[in-house]
Structures are given as C-alpha cells and as structure tokens.
C-alpha cells in the first residue's frame, strides 16, 4: 500500500507520515512537498525505510498528477486554500483522497464534486483531522442511536499555554483566517453567519482541561451535519474552541492587527510597491509556530498536560424520551489527532472501504473501529448518555 501526502514536511502532515509509517499495512509513504530541506528532517526524525521524498508543487497540475499516479490514496495535508486543484488533481490520476477541512465553504464547493468522483470510481473523504473529522464521527455515532436530533454542539477544547507563550497551535494562515472571518451557525433550517469569536460559553472539558471560556468559529462540521442528518430534524449545529488552544493574551494581539488592517487581502502601496497586508502579516508570524521536530517527537521536558479533548454533545429523543449523549475524544498528545485521523481515513481510503463519491466522515467512518484505531495512538474516545428520569 502506498500513500502519498501532500504537504508531509509541514507540522500536520509530519504526524500523518510518522503514523503510517508505523502501521503494518503501509508499504510506502511519499512525503510530497516543495520544502525539501524540511522533508528530509521529518524523514530523519522518523526513521523508517517507508518514507520517501519527492518534491511536488501544488499549482503544477501535471506535476502534481505525475506524483499521485500509482498511490493507493492521496492525503492532503496542505492549506485548505488547494483543496480544490487537489481533488482535480486525484480525480485525473483516480486516487483515493482525504484531507483536514474545507473551513465551511470550501468544504461546500468540494461536495460538488461528487458525482464526478463517484462516476470515475473514485473515493473522497472531506474534513477527516481532529477537527474536523472526530466530531463529525461523534455526531454519527450519536444519530444511529437516536430517532430524532434537536442540536448538535461541538466544543474543542486544549488546554492553554502560559500568557507570554505567542505560538501558533497549527497553520498560521487557517487560524488567521479562523480568527477573523464570520462563523457560520445552523439553526432552524438556515445557515447564518455570526461576528468572529462571538457567543462566548462556560464548557467543562474534562481534567486535566476543566473549564474553559469558547467561542464561535468558521468550521467545516456545520456544513455538513445539519445536511447529513436533515430527516432527523436539526435545528441547531455550531462549533466552539477555545482560543485555538493558543494563549488568549496571543489571540488579542493578533485581533489588534486585524482592526489595523494586516489582515487585509487588499494590496497596499508601500514606496511603490504593493504589498498585500495579511502577505506580510503570515511571513512575519512564522517564526512563532514551534520546529516540526517538536511534533514529531516530543522532548522529555514536554510537560505531560499538553492535552486537547473533541467533545460533540447530540440532545435528541430515542422511543420518545429526551436523551443527550456526549463524546469526548481525549489525548494528552495534542495534535496528534488532526494527523493520525486522515493517517487511518487514508488506509481506509486504499483499503476500498469507502464508496466512490465526495463524503463528509459521518456518511462513510464507521464509529466504533474508528475510535478502536484512535485507541492504538492513546486517543481515547467516552461516551456518557444522560436521560430524563
């Protein structure tokens, strides 16, 4: 079995590769990406004889055709932003493909594609990370038990670093871009757009997270779960985070920048050259997301609390009565879902267990082995369902 990932040598992608690399029924594991250098030290790091290097440019069609001929299955692990070429891409060279997210509208634009997917043969799973990706399944296991769905709510929750730590959790331009345009909630049969980190709430994630202050962001669950199970009645679905697991202190400066203009898209002459502000603004903000090396392989002085948890909390009824069933899915690896998620969705993907045609996870992930794979990486998922005596 061959994967090839798409953007491997980036802080996301390096935990893919490190996972398949891992599991038995991978033979090969192409980093493909256009940072060589970097590359060759997530294959160093990891150490296995699987892990190739082929360098690739996105926006190169043909090239990025020549890579993906022959593999089992494509994981995309770069910017949403190339999501789309991606698939156009796959669909050419009839490879399997799953990726992180789609930040709710390019999700959308991405589920067009599936009658020419499903007419080629070919499978695709979207927004298959931490988040999104567990919720998605979380929501899934949840709908099969239940008869009719009122909400859907998703929180995700890390436990954050000390005020002085600015460091980015993830790609620099999906939190930008998290952190300043408007999210979008499903209630009572619309999609509706709310003011970036807006509605704050209290959420309890549990020890060693406790509670945490969330908030409103675009995320690419609610495009999907409120569509997927329509027949059971949702009304409600939004996602919560807290901070993007980044220091509040680091959140407000940034949002400072934003009210000045640096995350504009619009160029800007600056002694005769334009300049674009939100350009200058990721440049400038890179030297704050920690060496790839620290997610690959931790150091010893790590402290043992780096914990996330994904819970999604489903209220409906089942034979009539009230229920609420709540998943938690908890690691004290943090990132370490968002790759190990698509890793597993990947092997699925090469393994013919997914229909042809574009899905969300919770048409095509079943569950419970997929929270058994989850296991094996100490990635634990609970369930507690509350009734109305």
């Known amino acids: ?58 926006t190169d069609h043909d090239g990025l055709v020549a890579v993906l ?11 949403y932003y190339f999501n789309l070429p991606v698939m156009e891409a796959c669909l050419e060279a009839r490879v399997p493909y799953v990726d992180m997210g789609g930040l709710f509208h390019t999700t959308r634009k ?18 298959m990370g931490s988040a999104p990706g567990v919720p998605n399944v979380q929501a899934r296991y949840a709908a099969d038990r239940l008869d009719t769905i009122e909400t859907i709510h998703i929180y995700d929750g890390i436990k954050p670093p000390p005020p002085d730590d600015l460091r980015f959790t993830y790609a620099v331009p999906t ?24 509605e704050f709430e209290e959420y309890w994630f549990t020890h060693p997270i406790g509670p945490q202050p969330t908030h409103l962001s675009l995320h690419s669950e609610v495009a ?18 807290n901070y993007w697991g980044m220091a509040k202190e680091a959140v407000e ?14 160029p800007v002459e600056v002694k005769g050259q334009k300049v674009v502000p939100r350009d200058l603004l990721v440049a400038l903000m890179a030297k704050y997301v920690p060496p790839i090396t620290e997610f690959l392989a931790p150091p010893k002085n790590r402290p043992p609390d780096w914990t996330k948890e994904i819970v999604t909390e489903v209220r409906g009824t089942k034979d009539g009565e009230a229920v609420t069933y709540r998943l938690g899915t908890l690691t004290c690896k943090g990132s370490l879902p968002t790759g190990v998620a698509p890793a597993r969705t990947a092997i699925w ?5 997914i229909p042809p045609g574009v899905h969300p996870p919770e048409r095509v992930i079943d569950p419970e082995p997929f929270f058994e794979e989850l296991k094996t990486r100490e990635i634990y998922t609970q369930v507690t369902v509350t009734r109305t005596l």
């Open 69 to 79: 001929r022959g593999a089992d299955a494509c994981l995309n692990a770069t910017v």
């Open 349 to 353: 993907l090469a393994e013919g267990r």
């Open 1 to 58: 079995m061959k994967i090839v990932v798409l953007g491997g040598a980036g802080k996301m992608g390096c935990i893919a590769v490190q996972d398949l690399a891992g599991d038995p029924r991978v033979d090969e594991v192409v980093i493909a990406d256009r940072e060589v250098k970097q590359a060759k030290v997530v294959a160093e790091t990891i150490g296995s004889p699987k892990v190739s290097i082929q360098r690739v440019d996105v």
């Open 253 to 266: 400066k940034i949002r400072v920048l934003d009210e000045f203009g640096f995350a504009s898209r619009e």
């Open 110 to 127: 991405q589920l067009a594609l599936s009658d020419r997917f499903a007419e080629a043969g070919v499978s695709a799973v979207l927004g």
């Open 175 to 198: 939190i930008l871009d998290e952190l300043t345009l408007e999210p979008m909630v499903y209630r009572d049969g619309e999609f509706i757009a709310y003011a970036p980190m807006s």
């Open 224 to 241: 999907t779960l409120p569509l997927s199970f329509a027949d059971k009645g949702v009304k409600e679905c939004f996602f919560k985070i």
